[in-house]
């Protein structure tokens, strides 16, 4: 039996080991660890994990594979606690929001016989979801940022680019300081611009008449301050230089279209029906560069063998098989 | 025959109109009117209208009541082209995001015999939503904002009010001027936000990587970026001093936020656990006040029974019965 700890059984570590047994795989067993008794009962219960754990040091007993699915700061006396239990040649990977901060945590912490490669599955749900919402489905089509550490095994990096096909999601490679500037721009910056709003609406004198006209436009800009606060505390403080460079660039941003409505309806409205085309473009795929169409590795078909052999390799074929027919449907 | 007419038959406009017929009153024929042939088609196919106008004087001629739903820059020729066509004591209404302007200019061009009633329903689509997606229960459940022109008849308030319950919607009264100010704040500066957001990441350099990590969070937080520009554009236009008001809050609110990423990670967490709680206890209901409880006009069953008579009255009756045994429920 190849052991696959899954730390932190929440909406993301529960799905994907929903997503590991859905795949069937013969000879792996998924052994689950959460603080939350109640968090753990569920995975188990929904047949997320074979086993639960009894401490965070039995669970990693013996591992090939250990993902860390907590909120980022959780993550650190994580790997602290792991350290001296983890096995020989074993791959520790995370899904957190940030990479810099961990990736540097896993250098200090982690011995020389173990290979980090971190990693981001670009999925979620729109509110602070639990272990209850798991889906194995969750990461169908998503993008999955691999951030392999310098002196990561290429087995180890080849795992976890296993482990992202597994889950149905497009590995792509990023260095840690790159991936924490975009995911500040794409997703952290419209968090905080979601809780600004929110709040200045809630906290305005005039909030019990102004609720009654909130509509679906409301709900939907605000969305995001209904997340996890702790994640979103953790990422505020995981990624806050990055963040607070979006958030300046984003005020100057929006003091260019209040300089429009000020003063230039006619720029104003080609801003805006140039952001609608755009927009259009971009939820259609149409905006894709060339380079991009097939951004993997020459070795697809050696890769992900190490973990969990040929059973992976050969639906990895097959993903890379059906990403190629939808990518001909798109060129068309 | 009464005629209702429908200038406009978008969204907004077929969705009233398949409102009125899904009520099946007797004796109310809806003619439509619109600058675009094709959504009138629409309109017409989808029996939002029985009768498809081949002029804008043609669409008013001895129209009871007058529906006007288009952008609301276009509301003014419109208002300037029906004044001299309108009936004696004919009832004008519009469903404009903006209240100010076109108060200002139903009291400059229209005649003194006819009645003006301004209304905002709260409801629309995501996407620029045309024709196509009118739908007779888009407005179910939402506010419907009245606003009458300091001269205009009861008889003809009673009518909107009956116009808005017919579609299953709230009437909420207020002044134009309050109306604007928060629409500003819970619908207008959300766009605006939306818009930047989006066009910040899309001409970054490196918007080519990003996108790849653009997960559901970023097409939820930028989705108003693909309204109608025509809209938005007009919206700023009526709009603008109020919503450069909100900006402004705004960009301070923003900047709150930034100094607690910055300066102080506890005072952080407690306002993005305080947004949390308080958004879910508004999503709920859970955060009304009494006194907001049951906000309609005590002579509420003579409502209405100007322009639809008896008929209406009843549903307007079975609707207070339902909104009261929900309001009961939600107490409990």
């Known amino acids: 039996m190849e052991r696959v700890t899954i730390i932190g059984t ?26 939350s008794s109640s968090a753990l009962a569920t995975a188990r219960k929904q047949g997320a994990i074979d086993i639960s754990a009894r401490s965070i040091g039995d669970a990693v007993d013996g591992a090939r594979m250990v993902i860390i699915a907590t909120p980022a700061l959780a993550a650190r006396s994580i790997l602290q606690d792991i350290a001296g239990r983890l096995a020989e040649g074993a791959i520790v990977t995370d899904t957190l929001s940030t990479k810099a901060e961990i990736m540097h945590w896993a250098r200090e912490y982690l011995p020389d016989n173990v290979s980090y490669v971190g990693g981001h599955p670009m999925a979620g749900k729109a509110t602070s979801a639990g272990a209850a919402e798991s889906e194995a489905t969750l990461f169908h089509g998503r993008s999955y940022c691999i951030v392999p550490s310098p002196d990561a095994s290429d087995g180890a990096v080849q795992s976890v680019v296993g482990l992202a096909n597994l889950l149905g999601a497009q590995p792509v490679f990023m260095h840690a300081e790159e991936h ?22 809630r906290e305005s004198a005039a909030w019990q008449d102004m609720r009654l006209l909130a509509s679906t436009g409301f709900a939907g800009a605000t969305r ?22 979006w958030i300046d660039r984003f005020i100057e941003e929006l003091r260019r279209y209040r300089g429009m409505i000020a003063d230039d309806p006619g720029e104003l409205f080609k801003a805006l029906a140039g952001a609608q085309l ?27 063998t190490i973990l969990f052999g040929g059973f992976l390799t050969s639906r990895y074929q097959e993903y890379e098989k059906r990403m190629r027919e939808s990518e001909e449907r798109n060129r068309r």
Do not use: W
Request: with cysteine; charged share 20%.
């Open 10 to 35: 929440g909406l993301i570590g529960g799905s994907i080991g929903l997503g590991l047994k859905a795949s069937q795989l013969p000879g792996v067993e998924v052994v689950g660890y959460d603080d």
């Open 180 to 201: 924490d500037q975009y995911v500040a721009a794409i997703s952290h910056l419209p968090m905080m611009v979601s809780y600004a709003l929110f709040s200045l609406a």
């Open 224 to 245: 995001l301050a209904s997340g996890d606060p702790q994640m979103t505390h953790d990422i505020c403080v995981t990624n806050g230089e990055a963040l607070i460079h």
């Open 278 to 304: 755009k927009r259009d473009a971009f939820l259609a795929g149409a905006d894709k560069p060339e380079r991009e169409q097939m951004d993997l590795p020459s070795a697809s078909e050696q890769m992900s």
